[in-house]
């Protein structure tokens, strides 16, 4: 079965604390990997994309940084988190996208 | 400018009517899909849909290529289809970025 795995469900940081967020994935051989994040109310925003291992892409710049260390794994983080980085972050794969069901994070 | 654009931006409804929701994008289409987002936030997909007319249940999705347009038709509605829907386009020559239209909010009232 195809599944994408993204820990923690959810979050509560404090603001200026470091910040991993992770997404691996399944039944799924060499995808593109994603990286979303949607303010409350928002609409999605792509932060990253990776299209093989070691290659990261950034889209919107956030102050936040990826890492794709396997090919099954795409990592999402920061050394400082803002109270602007609350949010709901999505991890995802294409062809045929398919999304993780999300970390909540709240910086407080 | 956006590459997708869609409509409405929200819809109510009456249980039982028909929705018709609109995705129109501006560069040339690799991928199409339709996907809700329940109120939890978490995505899930209804139809992958490059090109053609996809059924499932009370749910259609046509996508007309050369018209630059993509729809989504609920029939019947119900209170559980209230949410917001998103269409999503992965066009040639992206750099592998997927462009999201901004959603529409649907609400069915019983």
């Known amino acids: 079965a195809q599944t994408i795995h993204q820990w923690p469900v959810a979050e509560i940081k404090a603001v200026g604390s470091p910040l991993s967020l992770g997404c691996t994935i399944k039944?799924?051989?060499?995808?593109?990997l994603y990286w979303y994040w949607q303010a409350t109310g928002g609409t999605l925003q792509q932060l990253f994309y990776?299209?093989?291992?070691?290659?990261v892409e950034s889209v919107v710049q956030l102050n936040l940084s990826a890492s794709r260390p396997k090919d099954d794994q795409f990592i999402l983080s920061t050394e400082k988190l803002l109270l602007s980085h609350s949010g709901f972050y999505l991890c995802?794969?294409?062809?045929?996208?398919?999304f993780g069901k999300g970390t909540r994070l709240t910086v407080v | 400018g956006q590459q997708v654009q869609q409509s409405p931006a929200s819809l109510v409804l009456q249980e039982g009517e028909n929705a018709e929701l609109q995705c129109n994008f501006s560069t040339s289409l690799n991928s199409m899909q339709w996907f809700y987002q329940r109120p939890g936030g978490s995505l899930v997909s209804l139809f992958y849909n490059p090109s053609g007319t996809k059924h499932s249940g009370r749910l259609t999705s046509t996508t007309v290529i050369k018209e630059r347009r993509s729809s989504l038709h609920i029939s019947s509605s119900q209170t559980t289809d209230s949410g917001t829907y998103l269409c999503a386009l992965e066009g040639w020559n992206s750099n592998n970025r997927i462009f999201f239209g901004d959603g529409t909010q649907l609400v069915v009232k019983p």
């Open positions: 039944g799924k051989s060499s995808p593109n």
């Open positions: 990776s299209i093989t291992v070691g290659q």
């Open positions: 995802a794969w294409s062809p045929e996208v398919f």
